[in-house]
């Protein structure tokens, strides 16, 4: 994938936590059967390239995949618990809460950057969940901003910045792979777990409410499969 | 001892291995003796655990059903989530019991049980076929196997024994799950070409079913009673576990 092209389409789904943060500090009714089938097909995706990821990782040296797997998931959910850390809750004005978005679309970048090492299309899928989750993301930080005092058009920058860091994470871990073919495996990994993670932790219990069970696992597995079936030539 | 007689005894083995791989299986209720009294909590923990089990063993599945078919392998996968989705529209229309339950939470039981035997066939035909590659194949197949079925155990029970099931009982059913093995393991040996090539539709119909359950039945019950960061980690750290058995046993 072109680092040119994965920055900029990359750096357009990061606006869309700007977009969240708008809609959702004005109410909009970030609710409903449509947003839930969304996210369903988003988590889908993401579980389609997930599998398309550890296979490649499995492919090359499954031990290193596997631990970047754990690797992955532990420290989603270390980033997830930070702005309960003691320390990081002393920062003023909420800004606890745009560090840990900031940290969480960093490790997003990785599997985005990881997905694109095995070519447009997963760079591309990825890309395209992460707009959509994107929008959810933004919508909870940009009222959580509005609430301590910030005004809307600045949350809805320091959303956007926050997200920024996933499109050159993205770029660095594909440049990275590119680099250090040993680095690969384990990158590949990473992405499975930071991909589940998000999934079940974050897409998954939204989807539920919106729209549920029944029609949220039918719209997860066929996203899934679909991506999976694209992803058998993927190496 | 006459051709016949040597085609006599090989079927014997062959069902003998597959009823090991089988009762292997209710090995997976084990652990549960050490768990005296289960909260909400911790059902939803055990559900967590199912579910990455699960996940992971589908991975699995697919995996190796990719390798066979890709096209064959998510149309088989298709048809794994549509039959789930017509049990449990049967389910809903009666009202199921299981043992002394019933209600949502004996459909919840049956529907595990009912999905863990049904991926048991594919898991008999690997068997049957495994000794149509010769006797070394097929008992590094049956060890494994049997192997691999512990876990599959364990997640039977820890949707099981929650809702008040037995240890013995959740042994037996999760054994029960497996018989499928030593019936399948026969003809599929007898049949040795004309099945290898379903045998991608059988992987990835237990795989669909597998994970259309985790996502309609064990995370939706999870998500009730703990957090999603604890359930995540969970279940990624099952299925990741999963997959590193799969891959080294």
């Known amino acids: 994938m072109d680092p040119l092209f994965l920055i900029l389409w990359s750096g357009f789904a990061a606006t869309m936590a700007g977009v969240g943060a708008l809609l959702g500090t004005r109410r909009f009714p970030l609710a409903g059967r449509g947003l839930g089938w969304a996210n369903a097909s988003a988590a889908g995706l993401m579980l389609g390239v997930g599998y398309a990821v550890l296979s490649a990782g499995q492919a090359l040296v499954p031990a290193a995949a596997f631990l970047g797997a754990i690797a992955g998931l532990l420290l989603m959910g270390l980033v997830d618990a930070a702005p309960r850390a003691p320390l990081i809750t002393q920062l003023p004005g909420a800004s606890e809460w745009v560090l840990a978005s900031g940290l969480h679309s960093a490790i997003e970048g990785i599997a985005i950057g990881a997905a694109a090492t095995l070519g447009a299309p997963f760079g591309n899928f990825l890309i395209a969940t992460f707009a959509v989750h994107n929008v959810s993301e933004g919508a909870v930080l940009g009222a959580t901003l509005v609430e301590s005092g910030w005004r809307r058009p600045h949350a809805a920058l320091v959303t956007t910045g926050a997200r920024a860091l996933q499109p050159l994470a993205a770029v660095l871990i594909l440049e990275v792979t590119g680099a250090t073919p040993a680095a690969e495996p384990w990158l590949l990994g990473a992405a499975f777990g930071a991909l589940l993670y998000l999934i079940i932790a974050e897409m998954l219990p939204d989807a539920y409410r919106q729209a549920g069970r029944t029609s949220i696992a039918a719209v997860v597995s066929l996203a899934a499969g679909v991506v999976a079936l694209l992803s058998r030539g993927a190496r | ?249």
């Not at chain 2, 009912?114 to 008999?124: I, P």
């Open chain 2, 1 to 249: 001892m006459t051709a016949a007689a040597a085609t006599h005894a090989s079927l014997q083995l062959v069902f003998l291995c597959a009823l090991i791989t089988a009762i292997a299986t209710g090995l997976g209720a084990l652990p549960f003796l050490f768990v005296k009294k289960l909260s909400p909590r911790r059902a939803a923990q055990a559900n967590a655990l199912a579910a990455g089990l699960m996940l992971g063993a589908s991975l699995g599945l697919l995996h190796e059903g990719v390798a066979a078919g890709a096209g064959q392998t998510f149309l088989g996968a298709g048809l794994g989530v549509g039959f789930i989705v017509i049990t449990q529209r049967l389910l809903g229309d009666h009202e199921p019991e299981f043992g002394r339950i019933s209600g949502a939470d004996a459909r919840r039981m049956l529907l595990m049980v009912v999905v863990m035997t049904v991926h048991s066939f594919a898991e008999g035909v690997a068997v049957g076929v495994s000794f149509g590659g010769g006797m070394a194949l097929a008992i590094t197949i049956t060890v494994a196997l049997a192997i691999h079925n512990i876990p599959e155990g364990l997640a039977i029970t820890a949707v099981l024994r929650p809702r008040g099931i037995s240890l013995l009982a959740c042994a037996g059913w999760s054994v029960f799950s497996s018989l499928p093995q030593p019936i399948m393991a026969i003809p599929a040996y007898l049949l040795v070409e004309q099945v290898r090539g379903a045998l991608p539709y059988g992987l990835g119909f237990a795989a669909g079913a597998m994970v259309y359950m985790v996502l309609v039945e064990l995370l939706p019950e999870a998500y009730g009673e703990i957090a999603g960061r604890q359930i995540a980690m969970l279940v990624g750290l099952t299925t990741v576990a999963m997959l590193m058995f799969q891959q080294y046993i």
